[in-house]
């Protein structure tokens, strides 16, 4: 790989052109040649001035027929020429050295995708800060560094794709990535490359600040719909699913059975889990110094787990490929 490959940025967006307008400005400022860079928009017939915004700044926009992330990863990385393919998301602002920094790490051949934290930016919201948060709380995570912030270089299952810079050379042995998941297509991915024995790396000096979801029903729909999307990739390869997101999907209905069967045991876990809710709040007193954040504690816990309960009964019961939503 030459010292500076040709790098294309691939970012798939519908409806977000203040955000877009924002991420692109990110790029603009990049530590990179700027001869170097290219950078294609994915639009999902947006109905907004997205794609006015993506030509003000110089980006090739692609139209995207079937409207969601996956078909338009696909179609940009059809359309693309770089070396280096980096996907990010229209809510994300990348760091200035993010590219530059990504490279070193591939004078490793068997290391073909470098990604890092995503942070919550300085000026999101006191729910969205509420939601990076508890995103970032291990216990919350199990196996996966989506939104965790590490301090370690380390080898990784996954990295999210709104923070992932691959070798092209690798890409082209996996790709296309698979439109018919809901969502963790960039997880099935990964795994693809797993499987052929290569390598990803989890690296801190490779960030991006990502926004999050800015108020409940929309982490709501975001939790419910990667729940889907989990229990799809793990019906395919049960090493893709962990027993956490088991045992968080049936969780509730757990606790249905045990409010009939054993009211006493019932209140016990219950008080145990506002002591949870408690101790985390206070965790993000301290971490955050905002009363505000903290307060929304309690309620962003409590969505995820119940969001993640609705979407994977869901999906045991009525699979989303057998309805409309993917015809």
């Known amino acids: 790989m030459d010292e500076n490959p040709f790098v294309s940025i691939i970012i798939p967006v519908k409806n977000n052109a ?9 790029i603009s400022n990049l530590d990179y040649p700027k001869n170097k860079i290219e950078v294609i928009i994915a639009d999902g017939m947006s109905t907004d001035d997205s794609a006015e915004v993506a030509k003000n700044y110089g980006a090739r926009v692609v139209l995207n027929e079937k409207q969601t992330v996956s078909p338009g990863r696909n179609i940009a990385f059809k359309r693309s020429s770089g070396e280096v393919i980096a996907f990010t998301d229209a809510d994300c602002l990348v760091d200035k050295n ?5 490279l070193k790490y591939f004078k ?3 290391i073909v995708c470098v990604g890092g934290p995503n942070l919550t930016p300085s000026d999101e919201g ?3 800060k509420a939601v ?7 216990i919350f995570s199990p196996g996966s560094i989506h939104a965790r912030e590490l301090k370690e270089i380390k080898e990784v299952k996954s990295i999210p794709g709104c923070n992932a810079i ?6 082209e042995k996996v790709m296309p990535i698979d439109e018919s998941l809901l969502t963790c297509d960039d997880t099935e991915l990964n795994q693809r490359l797993i499987d052929k024995e290569y390598k990803l790396l989890y690296t801190p000096d490779v960030f991006v600040w990502h926004y999050r979801r800015p108020n409940p029903k929309r982490l709501w729909n975001q939790i419910y719909r990667y729940a889907i999307g989990r229990l799809q990739v793990g019906k395919r390869n049960r090493s893709m699913i962990n027993p956490i997101h088991i045992l968080v999907g049936i969780a509730p209905l757990l606790g249905l059975f045990l409010l009939v069967s054993s009211p006493f045991l019932f209140s016990i876990l219950f008080l145990l889990y506002l002591f949870l809710l408690f101790i985390f709040s206070i965790l993000a007193l301290v971490k955050t110094k905002s ?3 903290s307060l929304y504690i309690p309620l962003v816990i409590s969505i995820m787990l119940f969001a993640w309960s609705a979407g ?8 989303v490929r057998e309805t409309k939503e993917n015809k």
């Open 312 to 319: 994977f009964v869901r999906e045991l019961v009525y699979p």
């Open 126 to 128: 006191d729910f969205g």
């Open 108 to 110: 490793d051949e068997k």
């Open 132 to 138: 990076g948060f508890v995103f970032n709380q291990k």
């Open 98 to 102: 993010w590219i530059s920094n990504s």
């Open 291 to 293: 009363i505000k954040v």
């Open 166 to 171: 691959y070798r092209r050379d690798a890409l």
């Open 18 to 26: 203040l955000l877009l307008k924002a991420c692109l400005e990110s």
